[in-house]
């Protein structure tokens, strides 16, 4: 099986940094894509950014936050920066994952989320 940790989420006060951090383990034989999304409360999950045959971020993260990837440590991390208020949000870890040589052995994994918390 595959596993998702994250780690790094926090309270911090608006215009704050924090560094999220999401490794992968288990049976795993490649990698294709790893990223961030997010839900608030009453709100749906959605993408922060992802890292995969190219880099994606949502407007909203565009100019503060910063997504990258160490594929020794099958880590990805999500660096926000001048963080508001409405970054709020459990923000949980995506990847798509081989398991075996085979394409259709691919699928996605969730991180269990981390909460991060902007006070304004």
């Known amino acids: 099986q595959v596993q998702l940790v994250e780690s790094g989420g926090g309270l911090v006060q608006a215009g704050g940094s924090l560094r999220l951090s999401c490794t992968a383990s288990g049976s795993i034989f490649r990698i294709n894509a790893m990223g961030w999304y997010r839900q608030a409360p009453g709100k749906q999950r959605e993408l922060v950014a992802s890292?995969?045959?190219?880099?994606t971020y949502a407007d909203s993260a565009k100019g503060r936050f910063t997504i990258s990837r160490d594929n020794a440590k099958k880590t990805v991390y999500l660096q926000m920066n001048n963080l508001k208020p409405e970054d709020t949000a459990v923000y949980y870890c995506?990847?798509?994952?081989?398991?075996?040589?085979?394409?259709?052995?691919?699928?996605?994994?969730w991180g269990q989320g981390t909460q991060v918390t902007v006070s304004s």
């Open positions: 995506n990847a798509n994952i081989q398991t075996r040589p085979w394409s259709s052995s691919q699928n996605d994994y």
């Open positions: 890292s995969g045959g190219s880099t």
